[in-house]
């Protein structure tokens, strides 16, 4: 029987110059896609242990490497498509819940704290909740989760929101609650973005 979860990994493609822009003015274009590829990498690694789903990466755009990360995830490949984050999100959970999917996980690969154990929180989320967050200390999140029964407040979700800014999340709480929709929050995760969550990162890998 097919499984009916699925789990979406967004990631952008390893260019220098288009990725961890914030941690490149600090220590150099090369660097910072290095940092990129681990982070990927690492999160492909925990996120591979995810159980009972379908998994998806979903690249940004067209890259040969894109093939050797679904196969470390152990997934299908996606290419994301949409004139923003927003919309790029909202296609890649309507095209699972075209698939079948009954629910829907999405999540980014440079938050630590998203790992199977997180994932899985979510799922259990899920069966109180039509939506789920998981929200980052930066004011965005880095775990969306939604059941299908609920796929009408994918607008609400995806459109009118500042992407990139601090208020991610709560212009997500405002949205929902304008919507009268109910959610739930995990526990807060933190994202590598800037060098003092790069070196944070290193101190974990070094604990």
Not at 83 to 88: A, D, E, F, K
């Given at each position: 029987m097919a499984e009916r979860t699925a789990l979406a990994v967004f990631t952008k493609a390893p260019?220098?110059?288009r990725v961890k822009t914030r941690l490149a003015a600090a220590?150099?274009?090369?660097?910072?896609?290095?940092?990129?590829?681990?982070?990927?990498e690492d999160a492909l690694l925990r996120l591979r242990l995810v159980s009972g789903v379908r998994r998806g990466l979903w690249i940004s755009e067209a890259h040969p490497r894109g093939v050797a990360w679904a196969e470390q995830l152990d997934g299908e490949l996606y290419v994301q498509h949409g004139?923003?984050?927003?919309?790029?999100?909202?296609?890649?959970?309507?095209a699972h819940f075209a698939a079948g999917c009954d629910q829907v996980v999405l999540v980014g690969c440079d938050c630590p704290g998203v790992d199977a154990a997180y994932v899985q929180q979510a799922r259990q989320a899920l069966m109180v909740h039509p939506v789920v967050f998981g929200p980052a200390e930066d004011g965005g999140y880095g775990l969306v989760s939604l059941r299908r029964d609920h796929d009408h407040l994918l607008p609400v979700?995806?459109?009118?929101?500042?992407?990139?800014?601090?208020?991610v999340m709560a212009?997500?709480?405002?949205?929902?609650?304008?919507?009268d929709a109910g959610w739930g929050e995990l526990d807060p995760i933190w994202d590598v973005d800037r060098p003092r969550d790069w070196r944070r990162y290193q101190r974990l890998l070094d604990s």
């Open positions: 260019v220098a110059g220590i150099g274009e090369q660097a910072a896609l290095a940092a990129h590829v681990q982070l990927v004139s923003h984050l927003g919309r790029r999100m909202a296609a890649a959970m309507q979700l995806f459109e009118g929101i500042s992407w990139g800014s601090d208020q212009e997500s709480r405002l949205g929902l609650s304008k919507a």
